[in-house]
């Protein structure tokens, strides 16, 4: 029953933008810290920006800090990812998951794919 469903990827330019949402449904998602995750190929899943559950603390991994920004809207059931200035390094599928919680089955993820 419970869902996270990641979207809003796709194939962006250097130093472009692109906004990822998160629709979760099936658990109490105003209780709980979320976050977002990236797994390149070959690699393992990193972290990538932690939201408290009320939204009034950030942090982010140093690769994307200044650059990314996590927000969420309790009343949707939605977390966002805001990417700016991306770089190649920066392709990988993204997942968001509850943060100090998460459940044992991912999304699908959404693919995010920065070349020239």
């Known amino acids: 029953q419970v869902q996270l469903v990641e979207s809003g990827g796709g194939l962006v330019q250097p130093g472009g933008s692109l906004r990822l949402s998160c629709a979760a449904s099936?658990?109490?998602?105003?209780?709980?810290?979320m976050s977002w995750y990236r797994q390149a190929p070959g690699k393992e899943r990193e972290l990538v920006a932690f939201?408290?559950?009320?939204?009034?603390?950030?942090r982010y991994a140093d690769s994307v800090k200044g650059r990314f920004t996590i927000s969420r809207d309790n009343a949707k059931n939605t977390v966002y990812l805001q990417m700016n200035s991306l770089k190649p390094e920066d392709t990988a599928v993204y997942y968001c998951?509850?943060?100090?919680?998460?459940?044992?089955?991912w999304g699908q993820g959404t693919q995010v794919t920065v070349s020239s």
């Open positions: 939201i408290s559950s009320a939204g009034g603390m950030t």
């Open positions: 099936g658990f109490s998602f105003s209780s709980y810290a």
């Open positions: 998951n509850r943060a100090n919680a998460p459940f044992n089955s």
